[in-house]
């Protein structure tokens, strides 16, 4: 199983919006509604923020949202604020475990 | 609160075995509907799934590591394991503990360890 495919590094202004995609196959993201996303702040353990592809956990922000067409899933965050300034990872079920991206570094000017 | 927390050497040798145990607090590892997870980062690099073990028993591995690893639980203790066997620089990383409801996502996690593989 190949890492899924997200771009290194996004940025934009507070209260700007912006979309990180997360692109896999038809074996992975495009075969199953199960996509979820992972923040990251330096130094820290991973923190789930979307699962499902659209679920939010309690306590995270409806400033995150989350949707998938065909074998790309996206994570949208709007109104940025500093605090989103971290890494963000999109995993995959792919039936006998999981595939992480990259990870893409997201960085409020 | 779920609480995970990773415990185990954080340097071996080439060649030798990782082995890491992660005892878990306000939570059962035979509850149904969750997978008990190993994932990784190596420094300044992004996640890797390592494997998981439902609580029926069921192991998944990521295929990449198969050869070399093993992922047991001990009910008695609440707590699982990680044995990586044959190590090499490439497996010098933070090691984490998560559950994964549904082995799907990862919804607590431990602080994570670093392992350094070196002689």
């Known amino acids: 199983q190949s890492a899924l495919t997200q771009p290194a590094s996004v940025s934009g202004s507070p209260g700007q919006s912006i979309t990180i995609s997360c692109t896999g196959t038809?074996?992975?993201?495009?075969?199953?509604?199960?996509v979820s996303w992972y923040r990251q702040h330096p130094g820290r353990a991973p923190q789930l923020i979307l699962y499902?592809?659209?679920e939010r956990p309690s306590g995270v922000s409806h400033r995150l949202s989350g949707s998938k067409s065909g074998n790309t899933a996206s994570l949208t965050i709007s109104g940025l604020q500093a605090e989103d300034e971290a890494d963000y990872y999109c995993?995959?079920?792919?039936?006998?475990?999981?595939?992480f991206g990259g990870g893409t570094k997201l960085t409020v000017l | 609160q779920l609480q995970l927390q990773e415990s185990g050497s954080g340097l071996v040798k080439p060649s030798q075995t990782l082995s890491l145990t992660c005892t878990v607090s306000n939570g059962s590892i035979s509850s149904r509907g969750y997978a008990w997870s190993w994932i990784r980062q190596p420094p300044g690099k992004g996640l890797e799934w390592v494997g998981y073990?439902?609580?029926?028993?069921?192991?998944y591995y990521n295929p990449s590591l198969k050869s070399r690893l093993t992922i047991s639980a001990d009910r008695s203790k609440n707590h699982f394991s990680l044995q990586l066997s044959s190590v090499t620089a490439a497996d010098t990383a933070v090691y984490y503990c998560a559950r994964a409801a549904d082995g799907d996502f990862f919804d607590s996690w431990g602080q994570g360890t670093l392992v350094t593989v070196s002689s």
């Open positions: 499902e592809v659209t």
């Open positions: 038809s074996s992975d993201v495009g075969n199953y509604d199960l």
């Open positions: 073990i439902f609580h029926s028993g069921s192991i």
């Open positions: 995993c995959s079920f792919v039936g006998s475990g999981v595939v």
